[in-house]
């Protein structure tokens, strides 16, 4: 009897750490592909050109998301770092979550009217 509670416990047990985060497919770096705001999109490219034409650098844009269902997100510069969820497609940074969808090694996040694109690298 002992034996096979042992064994369910190792079972319930890898559920659990399968379910959140673990070896998910999003696991990985990305850098930006594109940014959407209110129907005009442009592409890393083109944010980097209109950086450029006004004599600045773009500030850096990545995110990682770790295994252990931690990460970081790094937005016009600035890092957040962040907890991820693979099952709910769930980001949570600063007590907030908000949705994302993952397709072709992509990930995209829409709110507020603003949407960007990650690829993976």
């Given at each position: 009897?002992?034996?096979?509670?042992?064994?369910?416990?190792?079972?319930?047990?890898?559920?659990?750490?399968?379910?959140?985060?673990?070896?998910?497919?999003?696991?990985?770096?990305?850098?930006?592909?594109?940014?959407?705001?209110?129907?005009?999109?442009?592409?890393?490219?083109?944010?980097?050109?209109?950086?450029?034409?006004?004599?600045?650098?773009?500030?850096?844009?990545?995110?990682?998301?770790?295994?252990d269902g931690t990460g970081k997100m790094v937005v016009m510069g600035e890092t957040k770092e962040i907890?991820?969820?693979?099952?709910?497609?769930?980001?949570?940074?600063?007590?907030?979550?908000?949705?994302?969808?993952?397709?072709?090694?992509?990930?995209?996040?829409?709110?507020?009217?603003?949407?960007?694109?990650?690829?993976?690298?």
């Amino acid at each position: 009897m002992k034996k096979a509670l042992v064994v369910l416990f190792v079972l319930m047990l890898a559920v659990c750490l399968t379910s959140c985060g673990g070896d998910a497919e999003e696991v990985g770096s990305y850098d930006l592909e594109s940014m959407s705001e209110g129907g005009q999109t442009m592409s890393m490219k083109d944010l980097k050109d209109l950086y450029s034409a006004m004599g600045e650098t773009l500030p850096e844009f990545g995110l990682t998301l770790n295994k252990d269902g931690t990460g970081k997100m790094v937005v016009m510069g600035e890092t957040k770092e962040i907890t991820w969820d693979a099952k709910a497609k769930t980001m949570t940074a600063d007590g907030e979550s908000i949705k994302y969808t993952f397709k072709d090694k992509k990930i995209t996040i829409s709110e507020d009217g603003q949407t960007m694109v990650f690829v993976k690298k």
